[in-house]
């Protein structure tokens, strides 16, 4: 099964998919453990005290993201 990252509206990432494949690590490469998921909602405001899960703060803080996905060129 693929690992598949949705964004979701003026939210978090939605990981989901085969966790077990996924290596997730923080800014010093220490890696998370997410064994056992099936999903995991990451962080995309910034302003999560739980990084780099999502706990919510982005609907304290008015997050709004752009919608749009950039293309990529070149």
Known sequence: MAI???T???GP???T????????????????DVAGKSRV??????ASVNK???DGQ???IGF?????AVGVTG
């Open 52 to 54: 780099p899960f999502c």
């Open 17 to 32: 998919g085969d966790l077990t494949a996924l290596e997730l690590r923080d800014g010093n490469g220490n890696l998370i």
């Open 41 to 46: 909602f990451l962080c995309r405001c910034g």
């Open 8 to 10: 979701t509206k003026n």
């Open 4 to 6: 598949d990252i949705v």
């Open 58 to 60: 982005h609907s304290k």
């Open 64 to 68: 709004e993201a752009a919608e749009a």
């Open 13 to 15: 990432y939605l990981v």
